[in-house]
């Protein structure tokens, strides 16, 4: 009995502090105290006696004896702490103990109460910030779901794109190649025919109809023009009958109500005469009627897009397409029944075609037949338009493989984030002036240090990866905080130029400071709303009931 009692003294007096290791083991046991270990029993007389008797050091809770034993501080009005065993009784106030529990009465004041509205003003301000960036964050996320949505549908167009200038590029490599075939000769008597000369034709009759409807259009506009001044300007009051007349035939053909100076004043009120009301005029309607186009006539909105196209027509391509189209079937069906080679048996095969030669030869001599080759043909327009649907076609790829590319990194956790959060701030910008110096960091891409003096800028390196340290796994807030950017241009004696840009949740996408920790190695601190997750509500009422708990 005594033994208790005097270990109760020993927390009255100080000496002991509360431990939660310490009292949840003691044994009523008035001989001995067991370890927390269960290693060995010491008297009580050895507790905390500042000998470190046992080895877990369960029985120097209230000094500095046993170096791996720990000290728990209740810090009421704050949080509770617990430190190593070494520090207590040191002589220094710890910043973990704010009630100063760990060093005798009267070392350390109480500053718990001073110390835990700090701490919760702090809590409650980068709360503030994070519900304020959350918010900013789902804009993000919500961007991010529109932009799959872009990317799926872009690869589906062009995919659908480079089929049709893949055919484009073969049709335009199959004229190359019959235009190459042909002599100037063959093409001068291929374009005597009728087809090619009706061709001919319609071109040249299409571009004299689009000449006189382009000089219509202009003059029917400027007649257009010249009628609303009238009308907005002429004063009924004067009975001029031609003015009048012409005012109202103007009006019937705009399809405009019958006006005088209170309706043309209302109609400049209202910003205009009234054609900008979307009803159609008397005369459009009445042509509308009228006009009933065939089955393959073209609209007006045809002539006005793909005129132009059908006039920049090659006329000689398109030729040779035929021939090749009209002569398909026929050299198919009759390349066997006209090959006299075919009856030959293979080996009379050679003397054949050197008897047949000889005739050819000797008859294109005598002028009777004409010879096959000739003079190439000018094939440069169409090897340029060759040249330039293959140029288009490698865009489009190129066009096609990047938005697979985004598509792909658009929910890649080791890239824009399993939600896409970052992929708003994809080529984002940020700029920090520091005096000398301007550093830039654009969002994976390129960091750059530029001076304000004049002067080159250089490149600190380009996006490499997100953070690879140790327990920082790819979704998780800690991935996203550190970004590398690598492989920036060499110091003069030294390592290639490279930037740490560490972020933390804040309200806007800002650049905070620059240091320099080792010769051109750069860390940028900075915030982002991206890293602003949404408050987990359950959590944080179970940590604010925890936390209220360890205050009482």
Known sequence: MLSWLLLLLGLLAGRLRPAAALHKSLRPDPASWTCLDASKAIPWASVNDDYCDCPDGSDEPGTSACPNATFYCQNEGHIGASIRSSRVNDGLCEYECCDGSDEQPGVC????????????????????????????????????????????????????????????VARLKDIIDRTEST????????????????????????????????????????????????????????????????????????GLPASNDRDRAADADGGGDGEGDGEKSEVEKMMEEEEELGADEWTREQLDKDLGDLLDTDHVSLLLEHDEHVGTGASQAGSILFDLSAYIPDALVPQYEAL????????????????????????????????????????????????????????????????????????????KDTGDYTYEVCLFGEARQKPNKGGSSFSLGKFAHWNTAAGAAPGTPEYYARAQYAKGARCWNGPERSVALVLACGTENALLGVAEPEKCEYQITGTSPALCRPLDTDTDAGAGAKKGKEEL
């Open 183 to 254: 002599s100037a000769a063959a093409l001068e008597l291929k374009k005597e025919s009728p087809l090619y000369q009706s061709l001919l034709a319609h071109g040249a009759a299409l571009r004299a109809l689009k000449r006189a409807h382009e000089k219509l259009a202009t003059r029917e506009q400027t007649l257009a023009d010249i009628l609303s001044a009238l009308r907005a300007g002429y004063n009924p009051n004067y009975q001029d009958m031609a003015v009048l007349e012409a005012v109202r035939g103007y009006e019937f053909y705009a």
């Open 109 to 168: 004041p109480n500053v718990c109460a001073q110390v835990g509205q700090e701490y919760r003003a702090r809590v409650e301000a980068e709360t503030k910030i994070r519900k304020t960036g959350a918010k900013v964050r789902s804009s993000y996320i919500a961007f991010a779901k529109k932009e799959k949505r872009r990317l799926e549908d872009l690869v589906a167009s062009s995919s659908r794109e480079v089929a049709q200038r893949e055919k484009e």
């Open 356 to 431: 047949k030669d000889s005739v050819v030869s000797l008859l294109e001599t005598l002028g009777i037949a004409r010879a096959p080759g000739g003079t190439a043909l000018d094939t440069s327009k169409a090897r340029t338009a060759f040249q330039d649907a293959e140029h288009d076609l490698a865009l489009t790829r190129t066009e096609k493989a990047d938005a697979q590319r985004e598509l792909a990194r658009l929910f890649d956790s080791e890239w824009y984030g399993p939600e896409g959060e970052w992929k708003k701030l994809d080529g984002l910008c940020l700029s």
